[in-house]
């Protein structure tokens, strides 16, 4: 008994830190970096920047957080790297031709007043950046996972314990984005809950397939955004 106290204190200390650390992560890009420049920082005008801020970070979790690198450093696999190639460049192709083709007047961007923002006209530059947040994003999304598996290794307690951490992060978008787009980020993040999952423990390389899972949720989001009618959000 005194060891599994031990063991949930040991798991609740390590999902704090990386935690801890996603908030860092984020107030260091959207609070320092502007605080240091004297100006607003953001991801198509300041690429440099955010992402080796960006890096620094994933490089902070992997060496405090050493328990994520045997899944983040995934074995060689043709097939894990070729896919990852494809669907990074899909990314990029999607936000380079498809997205300025897309007119937003009539879909739900309008909507949230998003139709200009840099979430769906940051060009090259934003989305090279988004994929390193969210890069660092699924490293300690890993780590949680696998805090959780290595306290109690069932799926259904690791599933429903990261829906709810996960889930509940989203709920800060409330203030800023509103009910509808909160809700679609949302219900984004618990579906997450079954499949990210089941791929880190479960599935070879499952690190590099909920990556890939990561950026293409963005990809369906701001599809989403830009075609779909507002009157059906």
């Not at 690429?47 to 992997?62: D, E, N, P, R, Y």
């Amino acid at each position: 008994m005194h060891a599994g106290v031990q063991s949930s204190a040991f798991t609740i200390k390590r999902i704090f830190g990386l935690g801890l650390i996603w908030t860092l992560a984020t107030v260091s890009v959207f609070i320092v970096l502007p605080m240091i420049v004297g100006r607003e920082v953001t991801y198509s005008s300041d690429v440099l920047l955010v992402a080796a801020t960006f890096l620094v970070w994933i490089g902070i979790v992997l060496i405090l957080f050493p328990h994520t690198t045997t899944h983040v450093f995934f074995e060689n696999s043709l097939r894990s790297y070729g896919l990852l190639a494809l669907s990074l460049a899909f990314v990029y192709l999607f936000y380079a031709y498809a997205v300025p083709a897309l007119d937003p007047v009539g879909g739900t961007a309008k909507l949230y007043g998003l139709e200009n923002g840099t979430f769906l006209r940051g060009g090259d530059g934003y989305v090279f950046v988004k994929t390193l947040e969210i890069l660092l994003q699924q490293i300690l999304i890993t780590g949680i996972i696998l805090s959780l598996a290595s306290y109690n290794r069932s799926f259904i307690f690791v599933s429903t314990m990261f829906a709810l951490l996960f889930g509940v992060t989203h709920l800060a978008l409330l203030p800023t984005m509103g009910m509808g787009l909160t809700l679609m980020f949302f219900l984004t993040a618990g579906a997450s809950a079954i499949v990210f999952p089941y791929l880190i423990l479960y599935v070879r390389n499952g690190f590099v397939y909920t990556y890939i899972m990561h950026c293409l949720a963005y990809v369906l989001i701001t599809l989403t955004l830009l075609s779909v009618p507002s009157s059906f959000l």
